[in-house]
């Protein structure tokens, strides 16, 4: 299992860690989701797919947006599987 999945897995598993905003963006470099922060408070995550996601950058991440973000990545793996 590679380090991607394990992290994925320890969102999915304890959304109320002390995510960081870097490791959202680590995450979204690895399964190609684009993301911009336009000199705000908020990061937007887009996906090919259409899917969009703001997330405030404050410290700690609230679980909502990390339970989210990885149901957005989920989805892109499905995706990668039909395709």
Not at 34 to 55: A, I
Request: charged share 30%; with cysteine.
């Amino acid at each position: 299992m590679s380090t991607t999945d394990k992290k994925l897995k320890a969102m999915k598993s304890n959304p109320q860690n002390d995510w960081r905003i870097e490791d959202l963006c680590s995450l979204a470099n690895r399964f190609d989701i684009e993301y911009r922060q336009p000199g705000t408070s908020h990061v937007t995550f887009s996906c090919k797919n259409g899917s969009c996601l703001t997330v405030p950058a404050h410290k700690p991440i609230k679980a909502i947006y990390i339970k989210k973000f990885v149901e957005m990545v989920k989805g892109l793996q499905k995706e990668e599987i039909n395709d």
